[in-house]
């Protein structure tokens, strides 16, 4: 490897360290303390009367040092592990006179250390580690990308942004190291998560997991990735949708069920979409859209109280308001509101595309009536729809899963919610007649053409399953990315993406 200077330089200080018989990445540690637990054994002892300047409390700190100031005989430093940030206080009287020049001269900014010592009170107030002895536990050849080492004042200090967002999400490990910032947008997606599992659970819905690979993608409108297992001669898919493996689940007699998992779907990458994404979805027996809705709203409430504390969610300048009710919209009337078409008068896919023309409006000629509909919702509704809405009753042809609306045919009891202007989340009244399910696959195999993603392929098993009976049901599915987006107030999904798919460096990126 080509090692720049700093990198030489620090290789050298390893090279001292071992010189001197001293493990650079030794086996075992011997932490008593996090630096939050550090802190409040100090505090406890002092309110109980210990001297604030010689608590007698005895730690064993670790942590990467963040910041080095040197004093002659003496030296500060602040640490950070994951609970928190601890300043260390090194006298020669203390540690020696050799140890502390070693620590002046081959410990850098980044570096992991173990420090043992008393918690004290400087004189200007910091509560602080009183070194007695300290040793390297990683000693960091690199210095963090975003680490641009200055000294100011005779303090030697590190600034944590990224001069370009894509290399902090190239380099995640490092955007994680110097931003707090951004590992609390993970922790809050850790809170997230663990909310809708927790509704989830209390609701008696039961956790499973379905096969990421299958002989057969289904459940959504996306080209799926395809890969080859080799003993068995098969061609497999990295799974769309949880969806079908769900609902076989519902005739196995398993009634609320729900996964929490990752989804694979081969298109665009841009500020909503990654190919690799997580999904939750939830099937309920014996229910239909409108409880879903209520089921909707009122889990994604509970997430809000559980995260934020409140109902009230800022996203991108805006004011969400989790609260329900939320506002509900069929297609027809938000595209007759925002679009100025009044679908009614256009039953056809011929009679809507010159009503589409007429207007200028651009769209696929060779599109069926629902996806003419898709695009007047996506370039029109869609980005009207800010406070939290419910869009309803979607039509049949771009909806092969869900049941039909009484008297309308054409027409399924289908929602998705929008917010901020995106999509959110989708739900049915889950269609289990396994004859219309059945016609509805061979129609749109019949209708679309052979590479156009919402066509759904005819699962033979899928419908087996149906025929044994399955129980009326709702079901839902939601992107955890976007959610986190929402609550997390971040404008692109590879925020919230611990390792977000990226072109690679010499493929230009047309976000």
Known sequence: MDYNEIEKIRLAKLERIRARGEEAYPNRV???????????DYKAATAKGADEHDSGVAVTVGGRIRSIRTMGK???AHIEDGAGRLQLYLRSDDVGV???KNFEADYDLGDFILANGVMVKTKT????LKVKSFKMLAKGISPLPAAKEEIVDGVKKVYSAFDNPEARYRERYADLAVNAEVRDIFRTRAKIVSALRRFLDDNDFLEVETPILQPLYGGAAAKPFTTHHNQLHQDL????????????LLVGGIERVYEIGRDFRNEGVSFKHNPEFTQLEFYCAYADYFEVMTLTENMLAFVADQVLGTRSVTYQGQTLNFNPPWQRMTISEAVAEFAGIDLEQYKTAELLAKAMSVKGIKFDPNAVRGK????????????KLIQPTFLMDYPRDISPLAKSKPGDPSTVERFEVYMAGFELCNAFTELNDPLDQESRFLEMGRDYESDDEDKHPLDEDYLQAMRYGMPPNGGFGMGVDRLTMLLTDKPTIREVILF???RSKDAKDDE
Do not use: N
Request: glycine residues 6%.
């Open 125 to 128: 107030g910091e509560i602080t």
């Open 372 to 383: 003419l509909i898709d695009t007047l919702v996506g370039e029109f509704v869609e980005p």
């Open 74 to 76: 003496s030296a500060f």
């Open 30 to 40: 011997g932490r008593t303390h996090t630096t939050a637990q550090a802190i409040e």
């Open 98 to 100: 050799e140890a502390l």
């Open 237 to 248: 898919y990295l799974r769309i949708s949880f969806e079908l493996y769900l609902k076989r």
């Open 500 to 502: 977000p798919h990226l």
